[in-house]
T-cell receptor
Framework: TAGITQAPTSQILAAGRSMTLRCTQDMRHNAMYWYRQDLGLGLRLIHYSNTAGTTGKGEVPDGYSVSRANTDDFPLTLASAVPSQTSVYFC??????????????FGPGTRLTVL | QKEVEQNSGPLSVPEGAIASLNCTYS??????FFWYRQYSGKSPELIMS????GDKEDGRFTAQLNKASQYVSLLIRDSQPSDSATYLCAVTPGYALNFGKGTSLLVTP
């Protein structure tokens, strides 16, 4: 079982360009999440989806958008990248989005550099 | 902002010793508590979850929760050099995890 896959592994992007980070899970988890991890700031939630067809904003949603057309996929789009979006991006999933027993499992991450 | 605080470290312990990692949180409504291990350049890996006051043991790991004191800890017995990593505490009242910034653990041979 692959669990959660993310693509690309890393990317260098020119400022102002758009990009979609892909995330796919094969565990049939209802909930999915996008985090960014920055040195000194830790992991911060960007967007989440408790179930297919619904999305919500996390702590740092500005400049990012998501969609959840089906259970397995949860792409993150940067419409016009800025250097402050340079970060490592992790996708995660959990069996339920509304249960407090909310063990989240992480993908391998995408390292994005915006120049 | 709901705060989750951890000492950044590094915490250095000799091989075979007990490593004690601590975490405090500000949201009294928090229901679930997790410890993740993150090796350099890798993604967080869930190693322990705890939901009620007291101790929970899994192999060499013991998680301790005290909701009255808003405190959760992780003990690693018989520490090994392979335990050297950053340990992230995560707390949630429901769906969203609030992470601490992590404690760096170094186990020296």
């Amino acid at each position: 079982t692959a669990g959660i896959t993310q693509a690309p592994t890393s990317q260098i992007l020119a400022a102002g360009r758009s990009m979609t980070l892909r995330c796919t899970q094969d565990m049939r988890h209802n909930a999915m999440y996008w985090y960014r991890q920055d040195l000194g700031l830790g992991l911060r939630l960007i967007h989440y989806s408790n179930t297919a067809g619904t999305t919500g904003k996390g702590e740092v949603p500005d400049g990012y958008s998501v969609s959840r057309a089906n259970t397995d996929d949860f792409p993150l789009t940067l419409a016009s990248a800025v250097p402050s979006q340079t970060s490592v991006y992790f996708c995660a999933s959990s069996p339920s989005g509304s249960d407090s027993y909310n063990e989240q499992f992480f993908g391998p991450g995408t390292r994005l550099t915006v120049l | 902002q709901k705060e989750v605080e951890q000492n950044s470290g590094p915490l250095s312990v000799p091989e075979g010793a007990i490593a004690s990692l601590n975490c405090t949180y500000s949201d009294r409504g928090s229901q679930s508590f997790f410890w993740y291990r993150q090796y350099s350049g890798k993604s967080p890996e869930l190693i322990m979850s705890i939901y009620s006051n007291g101790d929970k043991e899994d192999g060499r790991f013991t998680a301790q929760l005290n909701k009255a004191s808003q405190y959760v800890s992780l003990l690693i017995r018989d520490s090994q050099p392979s335990d050297s990593a950053t340990y992230l505490c995560a707390v949630t009242p429901g769906y969203a995890l609030n992470f601490g910034k992590g404690t760096s653990l170094l186990v020296t041979p």
